[in-house]
């Protein structure tokens, strides 16, 4: 397994505590290479002014940064058209987006919303809104006893009633591959839209729009080696059309009078205020792109491959979605270790040098659902080594220790 890439990531070099860093938290945020870092710099040193604002020649410039963001991403997605993408804050934003300008204008009494129990807060809670608001009926997709969804559920309950069906691709928790082409098929043909939840996909595999056929995607910068404060819709354009804005405000306009407005086109309707331009998203896919899906893909099945047998030796780890065939998993083990609160076993691992999550990783139901409060969770990128993986074993050796408990 080779470090070629580590070394691309000035913070995987600090120390955390006196020790190296292991860094296995990168399903909440990424680290960022130089060259994202260098562009970031390197926009704010030259090129930085408020987009479509100004007449002059540096206002140009952020404005071609910004759209050549635009025209990246398009490509990076396949999407049809630069129109069909909208910027963003995150994912969160994304699918509030669509909860407000598509959900609650589309939905009413009796109509139904399908989402699976694995969905993050941000691919649920906006959707129990519209129910709440519009008299729809929010039904879930629950899970097979590996972690996968439920193929029964998918089968029953996407119906005539159905209108919106909205899942992500990869859970935050148990790291398991949805086959979100194949939802998509059984919501077109009753005649539902399919809205795919990418945050946690869209870093790790090679994701197509066209090819999922979905109407609407979402993902953040921020998992995928760029800043925060930039995330991605990827939307329909007809579907898009459609819509009403979500903010309203500056840029987002064709025309204001006293007592109305006509709003912009495709995609400034959607993007009230000054965006985030920073350069960064371009860089980082186009690090991306040049590491490769195949690369990053097989690395994190080798490190999965790596792990898992090791956790497996310990009879005091309880693993989650670990049961499935590997490649339908991204890097992501969520585990417990038996009478010890996920948060102590976190700052166990903190104190030597192990950044790993612990809690209800925003997905509260499926918490629930697996009879758990709380879980710890490693998540692996392609720049994680062996060594990193042997830290956190070595660190999870410690716990029960630590704690008086016998192994
Ligand atoms: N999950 C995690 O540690 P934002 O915060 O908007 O960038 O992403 C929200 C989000 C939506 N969907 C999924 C599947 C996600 O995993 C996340 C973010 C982080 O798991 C932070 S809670």
Known sequence: MSDKYRADFPLLAEKMNGLPIAYLDNSATTQKPESVIEAVTEYYRRQNANPHRGAYALSVTATDVYENCRERVTKFLNARRSREIIFTRNTTESLNLLAYSYGLPALKSGDEILIS??????????????AARTGAKLNYIYLEKDGNLCRQDIQDKITTKTKIVAVTQVSNVLGLINDVKAIGERAHAVG?????????????????????????????GHKLLSPMGIGVLYGREKLLEAMPPFLMGGDMIEYVAEQHTDYA???AKFEAGTQNVGGGLTAAIDY?????????AAREKDLLEYALPKLKELDYVELYGCDSRLDNKTGIISFNVRDVHPHDVSTILDAEGVAVRAGHHCAQPLMRYLGQNATCRASFYFYNTKEDIDRFIAGLKKVREVMR???
């Open 117 to 130: 129990i694995a969905e993050h807060h941000s691919n649920l809670v906006p959707w129990q809104m519209v």
């Open 192 to 220: 539902a839209v399919i809205i795919v939840d990418g945050a946690q996909s869209v870093p790790h595999m090679a994701v197509d729009v066209q090819q999922l056929d979905c109407d609407f995607l979402a993902f953040s």
């Open 265 to 267: 086109e495709l995609p």
């Open 288 to 296: 991306l792109e040049e590491v490769g899906f195949d690369y990053i």
């Open 405 to 407: 408990l016998e192994s």
